[in-house]
């Protein structure tokens, strides 16, 4: 039986047999270096001429990157090989060879949009590899984290016929005789689901037809939108500060290797502790002018209005209660300022932005229909949605979670265009 080299480790001294792609090579006559990828991990391997069969020995004179191998050897520590192990071989063997064209991605630096053209193959690399096992652990943090947590899986639709993120970024279809959207956010769903499981969430791709060209923007991105009956915007907060450590303290325990690949301190990770830091949105206005850039109370924040008040702090900042007029119909108002709502947007450090949007959501009736005749939105698509302020309504909160955001800045990358596996952008939709 193969042995995977995640678990290299346990075999330490032993002789394993392993399978997979020849990431890299060299040679110099009388021993040859192959850096072996099992889907696992990488691991070095090492050929000594004297110490196996020649005609396997010479048969490395053919090998490309992405051959397929099959190995057998002793597995040896190795402080300075990469992953801190590596393997004498014994016995080589080429399974898969092709060598026709060149593999398209050598060992130089190809532009980024050579390497997206060729996102199907990119995903093999070390880099890419590492970012993608770590998004996956995060994943399964996030589903750990509600299942701990008592919220119930409700899965909203993808196919919509309303935009609760104002009709700006919408996603047209043809559905029969009629019109829908693709899915902006799931959260109207979740406030139906609360009222029969208390809390809820749901975790799923959302798209946004944003014409940004920022390293924040993706037009299919996922979200995981969590959703609480009885929950005001202080006790939001303090969900989300549980929920956002959780998967750093997760990643920092299960993840080493990969944040050590992409060059990840993992010091500055160790640093995001309860509490974090909270100020309101006007107190944020007054950082942003002070720190030199020109802002109205009322304006929405820019990336590098963000920067300045996230530079501020080595941890998470929650700026809370914004301007109501910048905010969607949903959003509770402050009952101490009717000009601002209980919204709140939680923002890395490091210039990562904002990771998580949320609030307290409007739960009474008349105040319901009002907002949605202020904001435009005809009271027949909502019937539904309204019907939830008649009966049995209560109190509530709940947040949107952005994964590649999270991805990007727990993994140390400078865009979310690679935390995803695929990424749809205003210009890509390809491979
Ligand atoms: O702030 P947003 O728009 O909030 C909502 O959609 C709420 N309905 C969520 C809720 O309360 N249930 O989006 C939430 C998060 C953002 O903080 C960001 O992390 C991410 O989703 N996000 C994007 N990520 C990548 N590309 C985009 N175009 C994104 N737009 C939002
Ligand atoms: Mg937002």
Redesign the pocket.
């Known amino acids: 039986m193969d042995v995977s080299i995640k678990k290299i480790a346990d075999h330490l001294e032993k002789e394993v047999s392993i399978k997979g792609w020849v990431d890299n090579f060299r040679s110099s006559g009388k021993i040859a270096f192959i850096i072996l990828r099992d889907g696992t991990g990488f691991i070095q391997n090492v050929l000594v001429k004297n110490e196996m069969s020649e005609e396997e020995f010479n048969s490395i004179k053919d090998l490309t990157y992405e051959d397929v191998i099959d190995i057998k050897g002793i597995v040896k520590e190795n402080k300075r090989a990469p992953g801190g192990y590596e393997i004498l071989v014994k016995q080589f063997k080429i399974i898969y060879h092709y060598d026709k064209e060149e593999y398209p991605i050598q060992k130089k630096d190809h532009g980024v949009d050579f390497l997206l053209n060729h996102r199907h193959l990119w995903l093999r690399s070390k880099k890419e590899f590492a970012t993608i096992m770590i998004r996956d652990e995060i994943i399964k943090a996030i589903r750990d984290y509600m299942y701990e947590n008592d919220y119930i899986l409700l899965d909203s639709p993808i196919l919509t016929p309303t935009a609760?993120?104002g009709t700006g970024s919408l996603f047209e279809t043809d559905y029969f005789d009629t019109k829908a959207y693709l899915s902006?956010?799931?959260?109207l769903y979740?406030e139906a689901g609360i009222f029969a499981f208390r809390k809820t969430y749901c975790f799923g791709p959302?798209f946004?037809a944003?014409k940004?060209k920022t390293k924040?923007?993706?037009?299919e991105?996922w979200?995981i939108?969590?959703?609480i009956a009885f929950c005001d915007l202080n006790e939001l907060m303090e969900i989300e500060e549980d929920f956002v450590i959780y998967i750093i303290t997760r990643i920092i325990e299960r993840q080493k290797n990969n944040l050590e690949i992409l060059g990840r301190n993992i010091e500055d990770l160790k640093k995001i502790t309860s509490p974090f830091y909270r100020i309101s949105y006007t107190d944020a206005v007054k950082m942003v002018n002070d720190g030199g850039l020109k802002m109205e109370w009322g304006e929405d924040f820019g990336a590098d209005e963000e920067a300045i008040v996230s530079n501020h702090f080595d941890k998470p900042v929650f700026i809370h209660r914004f301007p109501k007029k910048i905010k969607?119909f949903y959003m509770e108002d402050d009952p101490e300022d009717p000009k601002v709502v209980l919204g709140v947007?939680?923002i890395a450090p490091q210039g990562y932005g904002?990771?998580?949007?949320?609030?307290q959501r409007v739960h009474d009736l008349d105040k319901l229909l009002k907002n949605l005749k202020a904001a435009g939105l005809p009271e027949e698509n909502y019937k539904w949605y309204i019907d939830l302020r008649k009966w049995g309504s209560v109190p509530h909160s709940?947040?949107?979670?952005?994964l590649?955001?999270?991805v990007a800045w727990i993994t140390g990358i400078s865009h979310?265009r690679t935390a995803i596996p695929f990424p749809r952008m205003i210009n890509r939709i390809y491979p």
């Open positions: 609760p993120e902006q956010s799931g959260q979740q959302t946004r944003e940004s924040k923007h993706l037009t991105f979200m939108e969590p959703e969607p947007d939680l904002e990771i998580v949007g949320g609030s709940g947040f949107g979670l952005g590649e955001r999270t979310v």
